[in-house]
């Protein structure tokens, strides 16, 4: 079985500033690995795929690296917007898909 | 526009039975794979099922196999979820997805299953 593991659980964040999501994986996934971002009370949005490949519609200060067992999501400036949760999901093991545990990014 | 709508959701006792539907449309939905994941209030997202294109093959997490059946009719562009011997642990949203290249997901808006005495 794969295990994901975010890191932090809860990220505080000044509008504006930097926020780094780590999701550590328990093995290769090579590059199979996508971002999904969750508001409350709606369902999950696609934002990376293939580790750093943007989904259609997605702002350009979202961005994605990492390969093997070690990814980042990193929000270069956040806007009121993107407080929400994020979550990241293997699709190595296609169908057989799994997500980490969620990253909340919350208003410091 | 793709659009995924389920229903069959509600309030059951332990032991009981649902079956969850998901509508499809917006695209030729006999052309791609679906996954049901569902959230528990408060938690993250977990896995469910998988059904293929053409309802061939079929997967399931270890926590709902022997309980939960997956299935779709493509002349009706729907998939569905028949849950039995339902417990507490299955109390939560329940999305479908659509697979649209092997492990990315498009989704519903989730239908809530409760599961109560």
């Known amino acids: 079985e794969v295990v994901m593991t975010q890191s932090p659980a809860t990220l505080s964040v000044s509008p504006g500033e930097r926020a780094t999501l780590s999701c550590r994986v328990s093995?290769?996934?090579?590059?199979?690995l996508a971002w999904y971002q969750q508001k409350p009370g709606q369902a999950p949005r696609l934002l990376i795929y293939?580790?750093?490949k943007r989904a259609a519609g997605i702002a350009d200060r979202f961005s994605g690296s990492g390969s093997g067992t070690e990814f980042t999501l990193t929000i270069s400036s956040l806007q009121s917007e993107d407080f929400a949760v994020y979550y990241c999901q293997q699709y190595n093991n296609w169908p057989l898909i799994t997500f980490g545990g969620g990253t909340k990014v919350e208003i410091k | 526009e793709v659009q995924l709508v389920e229903s069959g959701g509600g309030i059951v006792q332990p032991g009981g039975s649902l079956r969850l539907s998901c509508a499809a449309s917006g695209f030729r939905f006999s052309s791609y794979s679906i996954h049901w994941v569902r959230q528990a209030p408060g938690k993250g997202l977990e896995w469910v099922s998988y059904i293929s294109t053409s309802g061939a093959s079929r997967h399931y997490a270890d926590s709902v196999k022997g309980r939960f059946t997956i299935s779709r009719d493509n002349a009706k562009d729907s998939v569905f979820l028949q849950m039995n011997g339902l417990t507490a642990e299955d109390t939560a949203v329940y999305y479908c997805?659509?697979?649209?290249?092997?492990?990315?997901?498009?989704w519903g808006q989730g239908t809530l299953v409760t599961v109560s005495s």
């Open positions: 997805a659509r697979d649209w290249d092997g492990g990315k997901l498009d």
């Open positions: 293939a580790a750093s």
């Open positions: 093995q290769s996934v090579s590059g199979n």
